[in-house]
C-alpha cells in the first residue's frame, strides 16, 4: 500500500513564501514522478509542478513559473515545492501526485495526498 503524505502550507503573506512537503510511504514501490496540483474554491483542478524522478526535469505551469520552484529528495521518496513571491490568486488547496509503480502487482498509477490548504493574504 503506497501513500503520499503533505506537509506545509498554512497562511502566507503576499509576496512571501511558504513550503510544501510530500513524502511516498510504503514498501515495493518503484516512483516515475511526482507532481504538485492545486484547486482553488469554485474552480477545477490545475497543474502546478512536476519532477521526473530519475532525472529530475522540471515542468511548471505558466502562472507559478518563475516563483515556484519542485525538488526532490531520492532517498527518502519525497518532493518539495518552495513557493516565492506568493499572491493571493496562489491561494488553493496542494495536492501532492505521484506516478507510481509497484512491484506486487506489477502495474503503475497515479497516487494522490489528501491535500494541504495554502491561503495567501495580508
Known amino acids: 500500500q503506497v501513500q503520499l503524505v503533505e506537509s506545509g502550507g498554512g497562511l502566507g503573506q503576499p509576496g512571501g513564501s511558504l513550503r510544501l512537503s510530500c513524502a511516498a510511504s510504503?514498501?515495493?514501490?518503484?516512483?516515475?514522478?511526482m507532481n504538485w496540483f492545486r484547486q482553488a474554491p469554485g474552480k477545477e483542478r490545475e497543474f502546478v509542478a512536476a519532477i521526473t524522478w530519475t532525472s529530475g526535469s522540471t515542468n511548471y505551469a505558466d502562472s507559478v513559473k518563475g516563483r515556484f520552484t519542485i525538488s526532490r529528495d531520492n532517498a527518502k521518496n519525497a518532493v518539495y515545492l518552495q513557493m516565492n513571491s506568493l499572491k493571493p490568486e496562489d491561494t488553493a488547496v496542494y495536492y501532492c501526485n505521484a506516478f507510481i509503480g509497484v512491484a506486487k502487482t506489477m502495474t503503475a498509477s497515479h497516487y494522490w495526498g489528501q491535500g494541504t490548504q495554502v491561503t495567501v493574504s495580508s
Open positions: 510504503g514498501s515495493g514501490f518503484n516512483i516515475y514522478n
